[in-house]
């Protein structure tokens, strides 16, 4: 059933690459959704948002914004980010505070195709809530890094964390090579190395998580409102694929 899944979403990329003017494929969606919620209903809400560039100018940084506001009787727990063209549909899972339910995120994705970009929201009963944006991209995912460039290790790992304005904004310096990069030299792949995983703790306390897959840019970028009266410290913590661990912490 899985190898069936990979095999039809192939062979759709492959039939909209041979169209120049491909837009984004709604027939993709529904075996994504089978293969991620079975057959669990989820109902397009208004209070669940995601928004980015008709035409980003670049697939490989492309800006997305996820907007949730809070509304009785819903608490969710999960938002799940979904590229329905990506080789890799899951993007990302931002695991949810009570924190963090008048969310307002930004961050960067890699797209290889035009797609929808959706969010799923789950609540604590396991309701789901979806949004979607169409948005025009190419060759995010596979196009071409220079595996031996010193700069994209150059103080791997740097954590730049910034607190204005009720937002939190950091950047990890960290070349997240997808493992559709070919390496020009030896002519095979990069392997896949990635920012695996990321936490934001304010005074010790968990206020967002962060699953992320090969389909964040190159330099992981968050942005997300945090509302606080509280003086304290924000800790950004992140692990990637190889086991490192990279730590950052500021005070606010």
Sequence with gaps: MKNLFKLIVCLFILASSFNLKADANPDLWPYIQEKMFQDAEIIEADFIKIDGPKRAASGAQVPINIKLTKT???DLEK????IDANPTQHAATYHLTDKTQNLDLFTRIRMETDSFVRVVGQ???GKLYMHKVAIRASGGCSGYMDVHDPALTKDLGKILVKAK???ITTRIKHPNFTGLQKDQDSG????EWIVKQIRYDFNGKKILAVENDISISQDPYLKFKFV???KGTITVSATDTKG????KSKKI
């Design 165 to 167: 304005e009720d937002f």
């Design 72 to 74: 009785d009787g819903v």
């Design 244 to 247: 490192q661990t990279f730590l």
């Design 188 to 191: 095979g792949y990069i392997p």
């Design 123 to 125: 609540d604590k009963d």
């Design 228 to 230: 606080t009266e509280d």
């Design 79 to 82: 938002i799940y980010l979904i």
